[in-house]
């Protein structure tokens, strides 16, 4: 009776060793599927963000086909610029000179001055601007006024000569003030106004030419003065740099001394930058640190006022440094151009993005940025400085226009 009630309760058991292995077994299957499940899951995910991304390339090729399309339809063929040597006084060496380095749109500009020269020496007359405020000073005539038809050789030994008695003066006076008194001393008060409009037409005509686009720049206040004048100052400085480091005075230098003197005339400039001027000045890959180089070549300026590539890629620099100076002070100040912002605001900015900013240097770019006097600027924590707000879109212009340059390297940012 014992032994057939033991089958029965116990006929179905298995040994717990045989339990214990089976449940080991099934318990890693079981995280072998939920680690295949996850799988899965993510490789879905995965493929429904390809498809995505084939309907988008798929979009792009159809926009891209069809603009393509449109291009061809539209599209001239690449104008063949050597056909201008014909046709371009001074024949194919004189174009060779004018279209050296110079991309299409340039050439084009190139081409519509040399059109326009031709006709501006046609004209025997201009029309008088009025006397509206929109019209610059020097400018402001009713009437009819005779064309002096200078050539442009002409034009530039007289913007010399303006700009040579202008940095000897003490620049009191606004300079289209200035630039037409000097007319008045040069050629006498009669014939100023017809010399003002002669020289304008075609300082406006040649803009790219290098002293003109600077007069041009000035006369209709894109640009301060300022600012030209610091690029003279630091040509200036830099080449009595080099003179000094001259003891021989042969007017050479070894490439060594060359990088020598430009680290430590520009300390915030990073080490591409002065391999870009290394180059601009003469160096290539296969120069060595003793190689000699005429370091008054650098500064010299061809008969039309064009500077050579050296001083060239210096001003380049300039103005390259100076938009991301002023992109990062709108990015610290974290505004849209249409916002307003405070005198405050920006003085706070600068300090954070310039800490080298001495307190007159601060004060002068915020008189630009404010177009207040800097003896008229209120102290920072006055309560008034709050009320003295602009859209940050006009403080960028004003500051744009003005000699703005880093006075120190930024915290992360250690000097060469």
């Not at 700009?163 to 037409?180: A, C, G, H, S, Y």
């Not at 404010?370 to 940050?392: R, S």
């Amino acid at each position: 009776m014992e032994l057939n009630t033991m089958k029965a309760n116990f006929g179905d058991v298995v040994p717990r060793r045989d339990f214990e292995m089976q449940e080991k077994t099934n318990k890693d299957l079981q995280e072998q599927l939920d680690s295949l499940r996850d799988d899965y899951k993510e490789v879905c995910k995965e493929h429904e963000i390809l498809l995505q991304l084939h309907m988008n390339t798929l979009k792009e090729r159809d926009q891209f086909y069809s603009e393509l399309q449109e291009i061809q339809r539209t599209s001239t063929p690449r104008p063949d610029w050597t056909k201008c040597k014909d046709v371009v006084a001074g024949g194919p060496d004189r174009w060779q000179l004018l279209a050296k380095g110079k991309n299409s749109d340039q050439l084009v500009d190139v081409l519509l001055e040399e059109i326009g020269e031709g006709l501006l020496q046609e004209k025997d007359f201009f029309s008088g601007l009025g006397y509206e405020e929109s019209v610059p000073p020097f400018l402001r005539f009713d009437g009819v006024v005779e064309n002096k038809k200078p050539t442009k050789k002409d034009v530039i030994n007289l913007l010399r000569d303006a700009w040579k008695e202008r940095l000897t003066e003490e620049q009191k006076e606004k300079f289209p003030d200035f630039f037409f008194n000097f007319l008045e001393r040069r050629f006498g008060p009669a014939d100023a106004m017809a010399w003002a409009y002669s020289i304008f037409e075609n300082i406006k005509l040649f803009r790219s030419n290098e002293i003109m686009g600077q007069f041009y720049a000035l006369l209709m206040g894109k640009r301060s003065e300022s600012v030209y004048i610091k690029q003279k100052e630091t040509i200036a400085e830099l080449l009595k740099e080099m003179t000094n480091v001259d003891s021989q005075n042969e007017g050479l230098l070894t490439m060594e001394q060359l990088r020598t003197v430009l680290k430590s005339t520009f300390p915030f400039k990073k080490e591409e930058k002065i391999q870009e001027l290394m180059e601009a000045g003469g160096w290539h890959p296969n120069s060595s640190n003793a190689d000699l180089l005429n370091y008054h070549s650098l500064f010299i300026e061809d008969e039309e006022g064009q500077s050579v590539p050296f001083v060239q890629k210096l001003w380049e620099q300039y103005l390259d440094e100076k938009d991301k100076y002023l992109k990062e002070l709108k990015q610290q100040l974290g505004l849209e151009l249409r916002d307003k912002v405070t005198l405050p605001k920006v003085r706070e900015a600068l300090m954070i993005i310039d800490s080298k900013l001495d307190k007159q240097t601060l004060n002068s770019y915020l008189s630009q940025a404010f177009q207040l006097p800097v003896t008229k600027l209120p102290e920072e924590g006055e309560e008034m400085e709050e009320d003295i707000v602009i859209l940050l879109q006009t403080a960028l212009e004003r500051l744009q226009m003005a000699d703005i340059r880093r006075m120190g390297p930024r915290e992360q940012e250690p000097a060469n």
